[in-house]
Nanobody, 121 residues
Framework: QVQLVESGGGLVQPGGSLRLSCAAS????????MGWYRQAPGNQREKVAHISSGRNTNYADSVKGRFTISRDNAKNTVYLQMNSLKPEDTAVYYCNARQEVGQVVQGPDYWGQGTQVTVSS
């Protein structure tokens, strides 16, 4: 049974920082592309960042230079360091996992339950 458990969300002032964590179980973590997505009220879920099994990263334009995704395969955990947070970053953040074969992602998407991030003064 695949489980993705996010933590680290909360309330932060504009300009502040948070680090999200996602602990995975039930998968061979090192073989999965991991990602963070977010969904604000009334909006569709959108990609924030991905990190491949080979540690290649890509980011949404809106977070480039402010957010950093990383992974620790020994701990089966992916992180999202969020700096210079803005009110428009307010959303529920979801962890995602999808298997990679070669450089191709395939198979089902796995999702965590989400963690709320609120940026407000």
């Amino acid at each position: 049974q695949v489980q993705l458990v996010e933590s680290g969300g909360g309330l932060v002032q504009p300009g502040g920082s948070l680090r999200l964590s996602c602990a995975a179980s039930g998968i061979i973590f090192s073989r999965y592309r991991m990602g963070w997505y977010r969904q604000a009220p009334g909006n569709q879920r959108e990609k924030v960042a991905h990190i491949s099994s080979g540690r290649n990263t890509n980011y949404a334009d809106s977070v480039k230079g402010r957010f950093t995704i990383s992974r620790d395969n020994a701990k089966n955990t992916v992180y999202l360091q969020m700096n210079s947070l803005k009110p428009e970053d307010t959303a529920v953040y979801y962890c995602n996992a999808r298997q990679e074969v070669g450089q191709v992602v395939q198979g089902p998407d796995y999702w965590g339950q989400g963690t709320q991030v609120t940026v407000s003064s």
